[in-house]
């Protein structure tokens, strides 16, 4: 029964003809271990094909939602850390295989006529691999892939004649962006495989066609089925193993934070293969106006020597023309090692490589837990707002970018390089922003106004600490003192003075009369001066006091009569309009100081020291 | 090849099927290896546990619609149920996720999902204005989402009201519990 039914389909088609062409196929000389490499390389492909074809079932290809559905692969879906990972070192297996591939074909000779155009359909084959590895790391659209497109697109566009032209129709534009991620998807999921598969195709076809190179003294033949697909199914086994090993012990392929093109320190390196490259255009040679040399004329001449080989043999006798190519690619090989190497030991010596790249991983590991944190989750306008809109991770960079060359934060400013190189910590002449507006900072306040924390480093502001000195408050007097201010932030944005002033909360308040008697001798809150009628010595008014409101208007408008207009010129504090300080930069400023944002788990909290 | 000769005979057959049988059993495994993750990662929907489950469904999924004093007696009306959704990896803010039929009796009142229990379309008002119509399969309904002609699989599916009366006002509330059935059976099964 089975066997008519393969008679008739037989029939139909020539299947079986097929098949024992395509397995009984001789190989010159027996099997051999050496001739796995091609087969290897194919697995390599064949598993990138399956891996890649599960992620584009969960893939979305935009600038808002890229790392969203890569995050949701690698975190939230079954296995998905597996079939990425796989993708992932897949991808850099398939570059070492190729290049091994390579190196057997180059010493075995078997580029030299009449097999010339196999070795330059290889040579074609090299290159759409190494457009997949370019186009592929892009896709998460993370900081990693982002910056290292970024440069290599802009390596394209230095090319002579055309080069800007190519680089803005592969980038869509002259922004990196949606049109950027459909582009290089395209490419990567449906122009290369095309390409790589026809290529593929005629490679193994001319491959057929002239069989293996079997040494000289091998003799007679062995048919390709069943113990040379046995020594590459080995091979192919040890690939998926190896691969296998490393996306578990890797535990999946890494996600940087959602890319971030306003980032100013992102230390941006390409995959290891090309940073060879990469340390070839920081050789002082290829500096300035040489940068054409080491990123576009090194490469080239190199890729043209390759194509050049197996034409070599028609110029000079066919031994020489080997030692030379050989020659050649161990002697390149060697310096793209030595270029690596120097590469990676210049980024371990140096602390500013170091500091960057903690802090890069502080923003990763942020971005991962607030991805995954049920209160939060990527938004709707795109992952990239994921950190952009956290007090915590925003709020704290407006902070250091903004505040701190004058303010401190929990007892530190920022580090700066001062004019002799060295990073110094900017010296702090006005108050600790750290739980500013809380009870504890008022009573720290009430307590002690000379302290660095508050008013210890700011010239002007001595009014605090002359009323300290006269003061008669007792502790626990200045305790409700301390909780009827602290009350203050609460006032809400909409809220009049009028319907405050009547709240029970006001009225009632243990600290009211204190506070009238003491603070309002200088102070104001209401205009009617119910609350204090000040006028002792100039200071701003409180109503409303450590509220984003309060905070705000001091932030906006610091010169305000009601705030510090009273002191002289050059020891005010800067005013920010919103130009200098958007409303989202705002928002998420005054959520960090009011702490209202989800705290980071309490685990690797180490590397976050800056 | 390159064997003695003398060994041939006795080897070759097993030396082939040791080959044969292994490249079918490591080929095997490659496939495995990369496919069975792969078939997991497809069948995540069904194997992951429910976004309902980590959802924030407010205490017991009671959501006010309206005030009793909007519906007129036997007259229906359509309001928005709000929900925060989670589509795949986006977290969207609280927004309009379903609607829901209501009709007063009396002082009691009666909740449909306006998600036709046919193949899901929504349904609505007949041009009488006295019946539930579903503009997809034509699937009519009466008021009291029992079926008016065979095309449904079973009546409107209702939800579950609770009224209560304001502290502030005197108005009474309308509370519904909004959830989702599978369609086109005819047992009333929520999903999810």
């Not at chain 1, 980032?263 to 390409?270: G, M, N």
């Not at chain 1, 207009?565 to 959520?591: H, I, N, S, Y």
């Not at chain 2, 069948?43 to 005030?67: C, H, N, V, Y």
């Not at chain 2, 009466?142 to 502290?167: C, F, H, I, W, Y």
């Amino acid at each position: 029964m089975l066997k008519q039914l393969s008679d008739w389909l037989d029939n139909r088609t020539g299947y079986k003809h097929l098949i024992s062409e395509t397995l009984d196929e001789p190989v010159k000389g027996g099997a051999r271990w050496k001739y796995v490499f091609g087969s290897a390389v194919t697995t390599a492909f064949m598993m990138q094909l399956i891996t890649g074809i599960f992620l584009m079932t969960a893939y979305s290809p935009s600038s808002s939602t890229a790392w969203g559905s890569v995050y949701f692969i690698s975190y939230e879906m079954v296995g998905g850390w597996f079939v990425r990972g796989m993708h992932h070192f897949g991808a850099q297996a398939m570059v070492i295989l190729l290049f091994l591939h390579l190196l057997q074909v180059l010493i075995a000779g078997a580029y030299h006529a009449p097999r010339e155009v196999n070795w330059w359909l290889g040579m074609v084959l090299l290159f759409i691999t190494l457009g997949f590895s370019l186009t592929g790391y892009l896709l998460p659209w993370d900081q990693k892939g982002y910056w290292a497109t970024k440069v290599a697109t802009n390596i394209m566009g230095l090319t002579p004649l055309f080069g800007a032209q190519v680089q803005k129709v592969v980038v869509g534009g002259s922004e990196y962006g949606n049109q950027t991620l459909t582009r290089f998807f395209g490419l990567h999921v449906g122009v290369l495989p095309g390409l790589l598969i026809m290529t593929l195709a005629a490679h193994i076809m001319v491959f057929r066609r002239h069989g293996v190179t079997a040494p000289k003294s091998s003799t007679g033949s062995e048919p390709f089925w069943p113990k040379q697909v046995f020594m590459d199914t080995v091979a192919s086994v040890a690939v998926v193993g190896v691969v296998a090993f490393f996306a578990i012990a890797e535990r999946g392929a890494p996600l940087d934070a959602p890319a971030e093109p306003s980032s100013s320190d992102y230390p941006a390196r390409p995959e290891w293969y090309f940073l060879s490259l990469f340390q070839l255009l920081k050789q002082p040679a290829f500096a300035g106006e040489n940068e054409i040399i080491g990123a576009i004329i090194v490469p080239g001449a190199i890729v043209a020597a390759l194509f050049a080989f197996p034409l070599l043999e028609k110029f000079i006798p066919r031994k020489l023309a080997h030692l030379l190519a050989c020659g050649l690619v161990f002697g390149l090989t060697g310096a793209a090692g030595l270029l690596t190497m120097q590469a990676m030991t210049a980024d371990s010596g140096d602390a500013d490589f170091k500091i960057s790249r903690d802090k890069a991983d502080v923003a990763r590991r942020r971005a991962l837990f607030l991805a995954g944190n049920p209160k939060a989750g990527v938004p709707p306008e795109g992952s990239r707002y994921l950190l952009l809109n956290d007090p915590l991770h925003t709020g704290q960079q407006i902070l250091e970018q903004k505040c701190l060359s004058c303010h401190y934060f929990d007892g530190k400013g920022v580090m700066e390089r001062g004019k002799d190189g060295k990073k110094v910590m900017t010296r702090q002449v006005a108050s600790d922003l750290s739980g500013f507006g809380s009870r504890g900072w008022v009573r720290g306040l009430l307590d002690n106004p000379s302290d660095t924390k508050y008013f210890g480093t700011t010239p002007q502001c001595g009014g605090m600490k002359r009323w300290k000195k006269t003061s008669k408050l007792k502790p626990d007097e200045l305790d409700k003192v301390a909780d009827f201010v602290a009350s203050f932030a609460k006032v809400g944005n909409e809220e009049t003075i009028d319907d405050w002033m009547t709240k029970e909360d006001v009225t009632k308040h243990p600290g009211l009369e204190l506070f009238k008697k003491d603070c309002g001798r200088c102070h104001t809150v209401d205009a009617g001066g119910a609350l204090g009628e000040g006028g002792e010595e100039e200071a701003p008014n409180l109503f409303g006091w450590g509220s984003p409101r309060w905070i705000q208007r001091m932030i906006r408008h610091p010169e305000a009569a009601d705030r510090y207009g009273f002191l002289e010129q050059k020891g005010q504090m800067p005013g920010f309009d919103e130009t200098e300080l958007a409303v989202r930069e705002m928002t998420v400023l005054m959520k960090l100081l009011k702490g209202d944002y989800i705290p980071n788990p309490p685990e690797p909290a180490k590397a976050g020291s800056h | 090849m390159g064997e003695p000769p003398k060994e041939k005979p006795v080897t070759e057959p097993n030396r082939r099927s040791f080959h044969k049988f292994g490249s079918i059993l490591l080929g095997s495994i490659i496939g495995a290896v990369l496919t069975i993750p792969g078939i997991g990662f497809i069948l995540s929907p069904i194997l992951r546990k429910t976004d309902a489950e980590d959802g924030e469904s407010t205490g017991d999924g009671f959501q006010a619609l309206a005030k009793l004093s909007d519906l007129q007696e036997g007259i229906p009306k359509v309001f928005p149920v709000l929900g925060k959704v989670k589509d795949a990896w986006v977290q969207y803010p609280e927004e309009p996720v379903g609607s829901v039929w209501l009709v007063r009796k009396g002082e009691a009142v009666d909740a449909f999902s306006a998600e036709c229990p046919h193949l899901g379309c929504a349904v609505s008002l007949g041009p009488d204005g006295n019946s539930f119509f579903c503009p997809c399969h034509t699937s009519a309904f009466t008021l009291e989402g029992k079926p008016n002609n065979p095309v449904p699989p079973r009546a409107m599916d209702s939800l579950e009201v609770v009224l209560k009366q304001t502290p502030a006002s005197d108005e009474t509330e309308i509370r519904v519990k909004f959830q989702r059935f599978r369609t086109a059976i005819p047992e009333k099964s929520p999903l999810a």
